[in-house]
C-alpha cells in the first residue's frame, strides 16, 4: 500500500507541475504528502491552495488524510492564517 502512496505522490506532483495556478492541484499533492507522512510539504501545498483560491473549509475537514494533522500547531496555524479554524 505505501508503494501506491508513492505512485499517486509523483502523479499528484507531475499534475502540480502542469498546473501550478490550480488550487485543487496542490490540495491533491498535500494530500499525498499527508499519506507519506511529510509534514512539512502537506503544509506547504496546502497553503499553496488556499492562496490560489481554495475556500471549501467542509472539503478540508473531511479530507481523512489531514484527520491526523489536525492537531498540530503548524496545521492549525495554516488554516488561522486563512481564517479557516473549525472546533
Same mark, same amino acid.
Given at each position: ?5 508513492? +505512485? ?5 506532483? $507531475? ?26 510539504? $502537506? ?13 471549501? +473549509? ?13 492537531? +498540530? ?15
Amino acid at each position: 500500500q505505501n508503494k501506491e502512496f508513492y +505512485k499517486a505522490l509523483y502523479c499528484d506532483r $507531475l499534475l502540480a507541475l502542469l498546473q501550478p495556478e490550480n488550487a485543487y492541484s496542490h490540495l491533491r499533492l498535500a494530500r499525498s504528502y499527508a499519506r507519506t507522512n511529510t509534514l512539512n510539504k $502537506l503544509i506547504q501545498h496546502l497553503d499553496l491552495a488556499l492562496q490560489l483560491g481554495l475556500e471549501d +473549509k467542509e472539503l478540508l475537514r473531511q479530507t481523512k488524510e489531514f484527520h491526523p494533522y489536525m492537531k +498540530k500547531d503548524t496545521f492549525k496555524e495554516l488554516l488561522l492564517k486563512y481564517e479557516m479554524v473549525w472546533e
